[in-house]
């Protein structure tokens, strides 16, 4: 063996025997470098959504900062004890810690929306912390909500070495019992993610339950049904009202009545009594659909017969109906285009072509009752109350165009009022 294989053996040699040493040390753990990343997570982001912080967040300051935020903004929330724990277990472990080991703190959140979204967004936040800091295990800092559903999504990723759950202390006591007991139940009446199930369907399903007991007492008059009508009426309305706000819209809406002006009343004047010419043109359809039938509300109905039926009833109702509806639908219109006058408002030009159009949807909607009650008329009617109805809306496009271009300045005055007391405003 020559001198230069002798040499690539005793390097061969020295490299294997430098590695294997270096394997031992690391199985010994005398020079292994270990990070550690200390992890709090916000499932339903209440951060987020309450403090406005985005996330994710990296560092002790900036998880003191936002800890600091979301605890002021919500002194009960559960999140905010669970990011001041991570900092706590951050703390300590830094202060005990060996030269070899490195430690990080990071919070990750969801989305209050919650499934696959908030999930995908947890992975895509922790990936992004995991490239900043990679990381050889993880510990886990939580309120104890919904673990079941996060683990997973991190053991796939980074090994969890540990688990801390925060679990919020309470007294025992009765008082502090019912206090805490009546915080819960405002938060289910004024935060419409829980108000909207909680108050606003219940209120639905009684106000329907009651409805259908009243058109049982057409039947048959019962004094106790009565009681359970009025009820059911009074509870449901309180609930939906309280679970979709319409008492504070209500209330937020009754000040600026006292405020009014000539175009809001003349757009509320035309409102009203359009959709009141609209109701009666409904009523006036059923009750003929009703009378001439012999159809009633009771059940089981004869699907057959209803099925016979059916053209008939739907062109009658389109033929008793389109008068009033048509009379009150140009009614709304007509008072808001009488506002927008009123207002200088470009909309006016706007609402001319709709009335224009919908008056003419008279003639359109006649004719297919017509072809609907007699199948062996010809459409030669239709035919000609659609070409009709297209040139109508051309010519009243155009002519609208045209007055608007003439009477542009006129028009130009509510801008010029605006631009006006801007400049007030701005130099008061």
Not at 183 to 188: F, S, V
Request: with cysteine.
């Amino acid at each position: 063996m020559d001198s230069g294989s002798e040499r690539l053996i005793c390097e061969g040699i020295n490299i294997y025997e430098g590695e294997f040493g270096r394997r031992v040390m690391s199985r010994e753990g005398k020079q292994t470098s270990e990070s550690i990343l200390i992890l709090c997570v916000d499932r339903d982001d209440d951060i987020g959504r309450k403090t406005g912080v985005k996330t994710p967040i990296i560092g002790k300051e900036d998880n003191m900062k936002s800890a600091l935020k979301l605890i002021l903004a919500d002194p009960e929330e559960a999140d905010a004890n669970a990011m001041f724990e991570a900092i706590r277990l951050y703390n300590v472990l830094n202060k005990n810690k060996k030269s070899e080991e490195k430690y990080e703190i990071a919070t990750i959140a969801g989305s209050e929306i919650g499934g696959v979204t908030a999930d995908r967004k947890l992975v895509a936040e922790l990936g992004e912390v995991l490239k900043k800091f990679p990381a050889d295990g993880l510990i886990l800092v939580t309120d104890g909500f919904s673990d079941e559903d996060i683990m997973p999504l991190i053991k796939t990723r980074i090994p969890v070495t540990s688990v801390r759950r925060v679990v919020i202390k309470h007294s025992e006591s009765i008082e502090e019992t019912a206090a805490l007991f009546s915080r819960y139940w405002r938060m289910i009446i004024e935060d419409p993610r829980y108000s909207k199930i909680a108050l606003g369907l219940p209120g639905i399903l009684l106000i329907s339950l009651g409805i259908l007991i009243l058109l049982k007492t057409f039947i048959k008059f019962d004094i106790y049904t009565w009681i359970a009508i009025v009820g059911l009426i009074i509870l449901g309305s309180y609930l939906l009202g309280k679970g979709y706000r319409i008492d504070r819209k209500i209330s937020a809406i009754a000040p600026h009545l006292y405020h009014y002006s000539i175009p809001g009343m003349v757009e509320s004047f035309s409102l009203t009594f359009g959709f009141i010419l609209i109701g009666i043109g409904f009523y006036q359809a059923g009750s003929f659909i009703v009378s001439k039938y012999g159809l009633g509300f009771h059940f089981p109905m004869d699907a057959e017969k209803l099925m016979a039926l059916l053209p008939l009833i739907i062109g009658w109702f389109i033929n008793k109906i389109i008068t009033l509806a048509i009379v009150g639908i140009c009614t709304i219109f007509l008072g808001k285009s009488i506002a927008y006058l009123l207002e200088r408002d470009t909309r006016f030009w706007r609402m001319i072509v709709l009335i224009v159009v919908s008056a003419w949807s008279w003639t359109i909607l006649n004719e297919i009752s017509r072809i609907i009650l007699d199948p062996s008329l010809p459409p030669d009617g239709l035919v000609m109350s659609v070409i009709i109805g297209i040139a109508v809306i051309a010519v009243s496009g155009s002519a609208t165009l045209l007055l608007s271009r003439k009477y542009r300045d006129f028009f130009k005055g509510k801008k010029k009022r605006k631009a006006e007391d801007a400049e007030a405003e701005g130099s008061s």
